[in-house]
């Protein structure tokens, strides 16, 4: 595999450090540095360490001058603000962002990824229309806020050890809520990213049955939500409003009987193996550090092209998070179309900052600071890593249906929930979440995988991260080997192993529709 934030052959690795590219200005630490300590590089060059230098933070391996870029993974990450020596720490007191300025091309990267994986397959739940699920539940979603409580309610009284126990098929009875659709205006922008997230969650292969409720006044009616859905005949669906069923309590009596009824039909779905084609896995990260883009996420973007190259569906997304990166993936598009479908998004991106008093460039967070990573340009180069080296095959706005086959793009914020449920509602039907400070994110009705950066944080937060990817810089496994971990860790999931997100019941509070719009 191969990819501009990959590893490269010359790229050299030492106890102490990793340089990805022969010509980068920064090494990433692999451990605490010293000031005095020699660090072994390529052609025979040592360099002695200046100032302390963190771990997974970065260490100048030759002389930049005051305003010069400074390189990581072949690429300007910023530039610095003054004169910076080999040895020294490179972070925010010496490097700043810039304005990243590329000259775009389409299509001229383009590449087939491998098919070894080809005729795999897991157990799913095939649905009457021929999409595949990987969970059977049955979902209460909320045409708005006001009809949350109740929703909740609902939901709660399937909760907890022995609800469901006669039901072993059904994975859950969950509720979706959400803070809007009253006010807010139905033909506005926000108005619509609703109501697509809404019917995305609405038609998922991941619900076996469901309950739409809503309160009976609002300006997103629940009847919004399903109609002309195309879902398939038979098709488990209710709808019912709180101020036509009597008021809270009698709602949820209704409700509860309501579901009950639906149990016995939705217990009856059974698993059957399915091409593997029929996944379709959202790329996600959050709490990223400095070694994010050298382990968990170009190993995912491994397995993502195994996935790919079987012909399953694989979804980048978090705008903000790409910007300074585009241009890699705009070489990748499968047509000039759908590159610039991309750059539109991430003008789009520059003008909604701007109006809320902000940049793109605000980003990184004070935690991915702490684990190393100082500009958003280099937070954006390690990110597409999650994206592999496929071909760019569509892009999509938020909550849009997920309908090409191959890698794909969604535009959503970087806001972990949000992001995740814009996917989920496109069809996400598994989701691989990376992290280097340690999320917790679930993200229901679809698994969610969490992949370590870094041995320290897994040891630390083992019982919430399903894989080390730390392993790679500890060389105690390949990026190529743990990327073939997580394709298995996928299939195994998606077949019904629970991940440890799941185990915890995780994942209803995160349904978070991304919020825009007038309200009135």
């Known amino acids: 595999m191969t990819n501009a934030t990959t590893v490269s052959a010359e790229a050299a690795a030492s106890d102490a450090t990793i340089l990805l590219r022969a010509d980068d200005d920064v090494a990433i630490a692999t451990r605490d540095l010293a ?23 970065k260490v100048a391996v030759r002389p930049v001058a005051a305003g010069a870029p400074v390189h990581k993974y072949g690429q300007p990450i910023g530039r610095a603000t003054r004169d910076i020596a080999p040895g020294e720490h490179v972070h925010s007191h010496n490097l700043a962002v810039g304005v990243p300025t590329h000259e775009y091309e389409f299509g001229t990267a383009r590449q087939s990824p491998p098919t070894t994986m080809a005729g795999r397959t897991f157990d799913g739940y ?30 709660d009284q399937f909760r907890g050890l022995g609800a469901l126990d006669e039901f072993e098929n059904v994975d859950g009875v969950m509720a979706l809520t959400h803070g809007s659709g009253c006010g807010l205006v139905p033909e506005s922008e926000g108005g619509q990213t609703l109501l697509r997230t809404l019917r995305g969650y609405a038609r998922h292969p991941n619900f ?25 005949e038979g098709a488990l669906v209710e709808t019912m409003t709180v101020q036509d069923s ?7 009596r209704t409700a509860v009987e309501t579901i009950r009824t639906m149990l016995p039909q939705v217990d009856a779905a059974r698993r059957r193996p399915v091409d593997v084609s029929n996944l379709v896995l959202g790329l996600n990260c959050g709490g990223s550090d400095g070694y994010s883009g050298i382990t968990a996420n170009p190993a995912l973007g491994h397995a993502s092209d195994l996935l790919v190259g079987a012909g399953a569906t694989s979804v980048l997304a978090e705008t903000p998070e790409v910007y300074g990166a585009e241009h890699l993936l705009t070489r990748r598009a499968v047509s000039e179309a759908v590159g610039r479908k991309l750059l539109d998004r991430i003008d789009w991106w520059q003008s909604y900052a701007a109006a809320g008093g902000g940049t793109l460039d605000n980003n990184p967070s004070p935690g991915n600071k702490a684990g190393g990573l100082t500009t958003i340009l280099e937070k954006s180069l390690g990110a597409v890593a999650k994206a592999g080296s496929a071909e760019l095959a569509a892009v999509y706005e938020y909550a849009e249906p997920l309908s090409t086959p191959g890698l794909g793009f969604m535009d959503t914020p970087g806001y972990d929930p949000v992001s995740v449920t814009g996917l989920v509602a496109g069809g996400a039907n598994v989701v691989c979440f990376t992290t280097g400070r340690g999320s917790v994110l679930g993200s229901k009705p679809a698994p969610t995988i969490k992949l370590a950066t870094n041995t320290e944080m897994y040891e630390r937060m083992h019982e919430d991260m399903d894989l080390n990817c730390g392993r790679i810089v500890d060389a105690a496994a390949t990026l190529e080997e743990v990327g073939e971990e997580i394709f298995e860790t996928i299939l195994a999931v998606a077949s019904g192993r629970q991940s440890v997100s799941e185990e915890l019941d995780l994942g209803q509070d995160e349904f978070q529709p991304w919020q825009l719009g007038t309200v009135t």
């Open 208 to 232: 076996g049955g469901l309950l739409v409720l809503g309160l009976g006044c609002e300006m997103l009616p629940v009847t919004a939500l399903v109609e002309d859905l195309g879902l398939p």
């Open 35 to 57: 000031a005095g300590l020699p660090l072994d590089l390529p052609a025979a060059r040592v360099v002695v360490v200046e100032t302390t230098v963190p771990r997974a933070h």
């Open 126 to 155: 095939v649905r009457g229309d021929g999409r595949v699920g990987t969970r059977n539940f049955i979902g209460v979603i909320t045409s708005v806020n006001c009809s949350a409580s109740s929703a909740r309610m609902i939901a």
């Open 246 to 252: 009597g008021g809270i309590r009698a709602t949820v």
